[in-house]
């Protein structure tokens, strides 16, 4: 026991002597034993850490960390997954900048983002302004306007092509019993883009709605009691006490939905594939064609590639604004 | 608690009637745009094929009729696709909580060299949305590096990318990180172990946090259509939302929307049940005002 303890710590009090900073002579021992117990803490320690996130390193390693790098490489190769990739530069990008489709793709995917805040962004604050001031039926609206979030999104689109239907489906119905022409919803170039942010606001409103309630909440009262009291009337007391108050939330969230309403994928896919000419094209949805369609995936990760660059910019704003946010 | 309207106001003769009308203007607007095309998809499925047809369409079923539903679940092997489902998403709960929650105890209390990077990294990857880096994860679902195993056409395909989930670390570790250090001292002195430490002092305080990634992870899982759409190509695979999409073109109009309905039933009554901590989850990310 004795003899164990003696080597163990021989190296060290060596060392701590060498530095020539010996003073009594109990402290040297004393600061050793102490210093090996903690390096051997430190070890042990490190070493079951590091037997708890191994688990998640993996995961995070080959389903997040390697596919980033990977599509970076796969965007400058050409490649058939059998012989090595080969490098062509910025082929992939060319091929992809020179197709079509490309500028409808971009051109949709903004028209998509910009008609879904117009729609999507301003509607639930104004929804959780009221529903904040309603005494009654609070539970039932709320667990109302959440519903169709919790509605797999594949069920929501497919219902909504169902409502879409130019002859017997519901909207086309309900125009028709207010004597109003009916539509041809997905079928026209000018009217199938909408159609597809009507169904994404409808799945997508009740969280917005629900979050901005919860930020109402903390809203203090005596702001709009001073208001009331200069004269304000009910719109200027939203404009200068709940919107500056929520300012933060309502940033963020701005981000939050352009980020995700730039990926849309499956309205497309699954309600038009695209058109039709072209009308409904998504980056996200070519970058998939070329891929699963094309077999071309060099295209389709430069096309992801691109995308995560717009995307990682209003990511980084993003950052910026929830960081000062937590302060 | 004052908000925008003074209560005063509210009190008066036109404050009232403008209250009620509001609320009666909202109610009816949220049951029309939210609950109507609800009750019109569970009572569309309830029709023969030529009253979906029709013009106008009868409010109410003309009979009630089970058969449709019966014929969905039957046609589209619905009960296969939703045991695959069920698979998928429990296991994908199952190694989300194993995977997370002992790399955000790891991260939160043992406190490892490079700790704060690694957090970094895994936290880094929430502004890289999962679109966009659809293509190059799918590769490696075909053909994982290393081992050169396929995970396609098997669970693990969707297990283990769902492990890897920066927002639910991050959560777990914030809620890790109120626990008192005391607390976990003392019980270090008693000689426990660390895997003790978490599986009796920290999972235990820790119950509501659990709740909500629990709920989450399962119905994003749930939830998903793009990736179980490219790694579970084989009809008998297929999770729910993916059979029924790729089996809509050759149903006939109510089979489809019965197995909608269907396809629904499940989120809908996890809803009814945890209302509260999805609702939790959904502001337990977000900031204070």
């Known amino acids: 026991m004795a003899a164990t303890r003696t080597l163990a710590r021989r190296p060290r009090s060596a060392g701590s002597a060498g530095g020539g900073g010996a003073g009594t002579r109990g402290g040297p021992v004393e600061e050793d034993r102490d210093q090996t117990g903690a390096l051997r803490r430190a070890v042990g320690r490190n070493l079951t850490a590091y037997g708890f996130l191994c688990g998640a390193l993996i995961c995070f390693a080959l389903f997040s960390w390697y596919p980033m790098i990977r599509e970076v490489i796969l965007s400058f190769q050409q490649n058939n997954f059998v012989d090595p990739g080969q490098w062509v530069g910025f082929d992939n990008f060319r091929t992809v900048v020179e197709d079509p489709a490309f500028r409808s ?19 639930p604050f104004v929804l959780a302004v009221v529903l904040n001031e309603l005494r009654h039926a609070k539970a039932y609206l709320r667990f109302v306007v959440y519903l169709p979030v919790m509605l797999p999104p594949a069920v929501a689109v497919l219902l909504f092509k169902w409502f879409y239907d130019p002859g017997a489906g519901l909207f086309n119905q309900v125009l ?3 004597h109003l022409p009916p539509l041809s919803w997905l079928d026209s170039t000018s009217t199938a883009l909408v159609s597809l942010v009507l169904v994404s606001t409808w799945m997508n409103l009740g969280t917005g709605t629900l979050i901005y309630l919860a930020a109402l909440q ?7 009691e001073s208001a009331e009291l200069d004269g304000a009337g009910l719109f200027r007391r939203v404009w200068h006490v709940t919107i500056p108050q929520t300012k933060l939330i309502l940033l963020v969230m701005l981000l939050l939905q352009i980020v995700a309403t730039m990926q849309v994928f499956i309205e497309p896919y699954l309600l038009t594939g695209g058109g039709p000419e072209n009308a409904t094209v998504t980056v ?3 970058m998939y064609q070329y891929a699963f369609n094309f077999g071309d995936f060099g295209g389709g990760s430069a096309l992801g590639l691109m995308l995560m660059i717009a995307l990682l910019v209003f990511s980084t704003v993003y950052l910026r604004v929830s960081r000062e946010a937590e302060q | ?20 009308t509001t609320l009666v203007v909202v109610v009816i607007g949220f049951t029309g745009a939210f609950v109507f095309p609800l009750y019109w998809m569970v009572t569309g499925a309830l029709k023969s094929p030529d009253e979906i047809a029709q013009i106008p369409p009868s409010f109410f079923p003309k009979h009630f009729d089970l058969g449709v539903y019966k014929d969905a679940w039957e046609q589209l092997q619905l009960g296969i696709f939703l045991k695959n489902t069920v698979l998928y998403a429990g296991g994908a709960w199952l190694f989300t909580l194993a995977v997370d929650v002992t790399a955000a105890y790891a991260l939160s209390k043992l406190r ?16 890289i949305p999962p679109m966009v880096l659809l293509l190059p994860t799918y590769l490696v679902a075909k053909d994982l590096p290393i081992f050169h195993a396929s995970l396609l056409n098997t669970p693990w395909a969707i297990w283990l990318p769902a492990a890897a989930n920066g927002f ?13 250090r005391e607390l976990l001292e003392a019980a270090e002195i008693d000689g426990a172990s660390p895997l003790r430490i978490l599986s009796s002092i920290v999972l235990p305080v820790s119950r509501p946090i659990l709740g909500v990634v629990s709920i989450l992870s399962v119905v994003t899982v749930w939830k998903d259509f793009v990736w179980p759409l490219l790694v579970l190509p084989e009809t008998d695979k297929m999770s729910i939302s993916v059979g029924i999409a790729s089996l809509s073109a050759q149903m006939p109009q109510n089979v489809l929307i019965a197995s909608l ?3 629904s039933l499940p989120t809908i009554l996890v809803f009814f049940v945890f209302q509260r901590s999805i609702m939790a989850g959904l502001t337990a990310g977000s900031l204070k005002g």
């Open chain 1, 176 to 178: 028709d019993a207010f």
């Open chain 2, 261 to 263: 309905v269907i396809a």
């Open chain 1, 284 to 286: 996200a949805y070519l």
């Open chain 2, 1 to 20: 608690m004052r908000t925008l309207v003074s209560p005063l106001s509210l009190r008066t003769p036109s404050g009232r009637i403008i209250y009620w």
């Open chain 2, 112 to 127: 490892p060299f490079f700790g704060k990077l690694i957090l970094g990294a895994m936290l880094a990857t929430l502004m």
């Open chain 2, 168 to 180: 639910f670390v991050f959560l777990l570790k914030r809620f890790f990180d109120s626990i008192p």
């Open chain 1, 218 to 224: 903390s809203v203090p009262g005596d702001l709009y």
């Open chain 1, 105 to 123: 793709a971009w051109l949709n995917t903004a028209a998509f983002s910009c008609l879904a805040l117009v729609i999507g962004y301003a509607v």
